[in-house]
């Protein structure tokens, strides 16, 4: 139950965030924000998930984003940003800037969310990276994968759609993603329900790998950001 709370405090403070009101305008970038990325280069990571069903299958993403924010001590900066419909915290690791991105929209329209804040940052796909639920894999597994299809999954589809992005990364433009296994159903006709069903008691045990994949994903940022081509 310890793992259940820890992944629920991943996404309990999405509720009460302005969900479901009327959004702004998502034109021009204001000054300060083009200010910031003249200033330090910017990497994301989304955590893709329904807003308003926390602690779900389908919200894995944001439910280790919960984790990142805590790992690096900014899980009080949420800021909302209507301008990118969705919550935005900051945060620095070595030498990245990082934009710690939580979408407002729906999991099938939320490439928007994410598209919206790469022209804020100026970011490019390669620059994005994305974490969310993988029924093609076993419960509790990780994987980071560079580009790659959908697979079935409407975020992924939905940012890969909005930020042009190439699922092969010979051709550029190809967004990292860590996949966390959810398991699949028996049965193909159950799959809705279940990526949005609640982990049941007897698979707590599995879920600890979870809370570790912000491991894998700062090893990630760091590795970017010590390449030569990031350097100033």
């Given at each position: 139950?310890?793992?259940?709370?820890?992944?629920?405090?991943?996404?309990?403070?999405?509720?009460?965030?302005?969900?479901?009101?009327?959004?702004?305008?998502?034109?021009?970038?204001?000054?300060?924000?083009?200010?910031?990325?003249?200033?330090?280069?910017?990497?994301?990571?989304?955590?893709?998930?329904?807003?308003?069903?926390?602690?779900?299958?389908?919200?894995?993403?944001?439910?280790?984003?919960?984790?990142?924010?805590?790992?690096?001590?900014?899980?009080?900066?949420?800021?909302?940003?209507?301008?990118?419909?969705?919550?935005?915290?900051?945060?620095?690791?070595?030498?990245?800037?990082?934009?710690?991105?939580?979408?407002?929209?729906?999991?099938?329209?939320?490439?928007?969310?994410?598209?919206?804040?790469?022209?804020?940052?100026?970011?490019?796909?390669?620059?994005?990276?994305?974490?969310?639920?993988?029924?093609?894999?076993?419960?509790?597994?990780?994987?980071?994968?560079?580009?790659?299809?959908?697979?079935?999954?409407?975020?992924?589809?939905?940012?890969?759609?909005?930020?042009?992005?190439?699922?092969?990364?010979?051709?550029?433009?190809?967004?990292?993603?860590?996949?966390?296994?959810?398991?699949?159903?028996?049965?193909?006709?159950?799959?809705?329900?279940?990526?949005?069903?609640?982990?049941?008691?007897?698979?707590?045990?599995l879920l600890p790998p979870l809370l570790s994949a912000t491991d894998l994903l700062l090893d990630h940022i760091r590795e970017r950001s010590q390449r030569p081509s990031s350097s100033p």
């Open positions: 139950m310890a793992v259940a709370a820890a992944i629920g405090r991943g996404l309990d403070d999405v509720r009460g965030r302005g969900l479901g009101h009327e959004l702004g305008p998502h034109g021009a970038v204001c000054p300060l924000a083009r200010r910031a990325v003249v200033e330090s280069g910017h990497e994301s990571v989304a955590g893709l998930g329904n807003p308003g069903l926390p602690g779900t299958r389908h919200s894995v993403g944001m439910a280790v984003l919960g984790q990142l924010v805590r790992r690096l001590r900014v899980a009080e900066s949420w800021a909302r940003d209507r301008r990118c419909a969705a919550d935005l915290a900051m945060a620095s690791l070595g030498d990245a800037q990082l934009a710690l991105l939580r979408p407002w929209r729906l999991m099938n329209v939320n490439g928007r969310s994410v598209a919206w804040a790469t022209e804020l940052f100026g970011l490019t796909a390669e620059e994005v990276c994305l974490v969310h639920d993988e029924l093609h894999k076993p419960l509790g597994k990780l994987a980071l994968k560079l580009g790659g299809s959908a697979r079935g999954h409407s975020g992924v589809r939905s940012c890969i759609s909005c930020l042009d992005s190439n699922m092969s990364p010979a051709l550029g433009r190809a967004m990292p993603r860590l996949r966390v296994g959810i398991g699949r159903p028996t049965h193909p006709d159950t799959v809705q329900s279940y990526v949005l069903s609640y982990f049941a008691p007897a698979e707590q045990e």
